[in-house]
């Protein structure tokens, strides 16, 4: 079963040159790629700076991707919230919220999909099951690497077989590009040679962006949106990777 995952900090649909609130500009970047399941961070719910709009809801809607969920992680001054997102085109058997906040620091979370997956084996029809975290991690070096171990040695992780598909991505903000090496690759995790920089979409030079698997999953393919649109939607580019179960 081939998949494609996109893996995008929207900016709360906010440019990240011209400052104006476009959802129609993130929505046809993310439409380019035809994703499976899409991971987004950053997006607003009842936020001044987004017309009040539930981003989540109007997302899936005009990406036709009906199964989806979004929990709150920073609170917006004059109200509202920006958090995490998952949209996707298969069943969510499950989706919870993981808090990985490092006090005094500002609030970081994971949101966590559990999908079923649709196959056709020896003619058959089956499911497979996908377990999916889509990060948003913390500024500082030190930050990172804590919330890294806090998700590592966190349910459900922990309770995941080492076979079982598992994607970790999002905004890991790993500005130095060791956080893989230093503690993903000895729990089992595996990424391209060289992640793609994303940051800042119009000429990026940081590689805050990545994406890893575990399991019985390859990862075929993985690099950055070059559109020109992309470009202009929010101050990060999407990653998208071509994967298979």
Known sequence: MKLRILSYNIHKCIGGIDRRYRPERIVETIQHYAPDIVMLQEV????KRSQRHSQVEILSEMLEMPHYSWFPNVKV?????HGNAI?????????????????????????????????KIAGESHTKTLHLFNMHLGLSQIERKVQLKKFLEAHPFRGIHHDTPIIVGGDLNDVYGN???????????????????????????????????RGKITLHKLDRSRLKLAKQASDHLPLIADLEI
């Open 44 to 47: 607003d719910n009842d936020a």
């Open 77 to 81: 001054r004059g109200g509202g919230h």
């Open 87 to 119: 949209l996707s085109r298969f069943p969510l058997l499950d989706s919870h919220n993981i808090d990985i906040t490092t006090p005094p620091k500002k609030k970081r979370s994971i949101i966590y999909g559990r999908h079923s997956i649709p196959m």
């Open 179 to 213: 956080l893989g090496g230093k503690l993903l690759s000895p729990a089992g995790f595996r990424t391209v040679k060289k992640l793609k920089a994303t940051f800042p979409s119009y000429a990026p030079v940081r590689t805050l962006d990545g994406l890893y698997v």
